[in-house]
């Protein structure tokens, strides 16, 4: 069973520009989160989508948006990159229903460099 | 101060030692606990869930919640080289509006042979 597949692993911007990341969650899956990851705040919630509407928001400015398919395929868009915005982006997701937790699976992120 | 907070080591032991990780959190709300590992480049793999308070075994890991504290741990007995990675604890509250996790920042843990 293929896992939560994230494109690009890597990706290096300047600063101003903007990005757009790339999620495929596993076969079956209608809810996809995003994460991302620094060394000083850890992991930290940016958003929630199920069937294609975000029911669930983080603290993050409205530079961060995303949107989700009708084949539950999501993909977040950061625009105005700030060098704050470096870090590793981890899509997660999870079965159908809510308190589905066991099966909340993460992709291997992709590493977003701002320089 | 976070809702969740975590000891972020580096925490260094001996190859077969019992190691101990362990969260403190301040939202009462929180019903589901999980323990990740997550090795370095790679996304966070799930290790342990829990949804009640006491203690939940697999294998070499046991994951234990105390509700009324509201404290978690995670005992990783006979340590191996390969248990090296950061562990992550993640908690959640379901409230009918998706699931969210909150998590601490992770403990660094090196098994050295």
Redesign the interface.
Known sequence: KAG?TQTPRYLIKTRGQQVTLSCSPISGHR?V?W?QQTPG?????LF?Y?SETQ??K?NFPGRFSGRQFSNSRSEMNVSTLELGDSALY?C?S?PIG?????G??????T?LTVV | QKEVEQDPGPLSVPEGAIVSLNCTYSNSAFQYFMWYRQYSRKGPELLMYTYSSGNKEDGRFTAQVDKSSKYISLFIRDSQPSDSATYLCAMAAITGGGNKLTFGTGTQLKVEL
């Open positions: 939560v809810s989160s994460y705040q850890g992991l930290q919630f929630e199920f029911r669930n983080g981890l997660a999870s809510t308190g589905n937790l066991n909340y699976t993460f992709g291997s992120g590493r």
